[in-house]
């Protein structure tokens, strides 16, 4: 992880190695480090979505059980919209991955790795790290 420059200047975003295919394998990534600001910003994106997630789960009907799972989904993505800066390493159908080109294409566990670690960046406890 690399989160300060060598001249010890703040950076805005922090830069992992990726496991999902095996250590050292070249791909890496870069999530945007938590601000006041970022963090008002993801709570209002999340803040709805969430809320449906709470409800439709609290249900015994498989449908309602089924959306509660979509919506879960699309939180997942906010964290990747939100907090995915660049991807280094990677080739999608021939492309330079990019975050929207990893959210579209890419590896799903890849995208879930960095979901997790953004959320733990964001210092999340274990209950918001479920939505």
Not at 71 to 96: C, K, P, S
Not at 112 to 123: H, L, N, P, Q
């Amino acid at each position: 992880m690399s989160c300060m420059s060598p001249s010890g200047e703040y950076e805005s975003v922090c830069w992992f190695e990726a496991s999902f295919d095996k250590p050292g394998g070249g791909v890496r990534y870069a999530v945007r480090r938590i601000s006041l600001g970022r963090r008002i910003e993801l709570a209002r994106r999340i803040r709805e979505v969430a809320r449906g997630v709470e409800f439709f789960e609290a249900s015994g009907d498989p449908r309602e059980k089924l959306e509660a799972a979509v919506l879960a989904g699309e939180i997942d993505r906010v964290y990747l919209e939100w907090g995915l800066a660049a991807v280094e390493g990677l080739t999608i159908d021939g492309e330079a991955a990019s975050p929207h080109g990893l959210i579209e294409r890419g590896p799903l566990e890849l995208a879930m790795e960095i979901v997790a670690r953004i959320k733990a960046e964001c210092g999340l406890s274990e209950g918001e790290r479920k939505n």
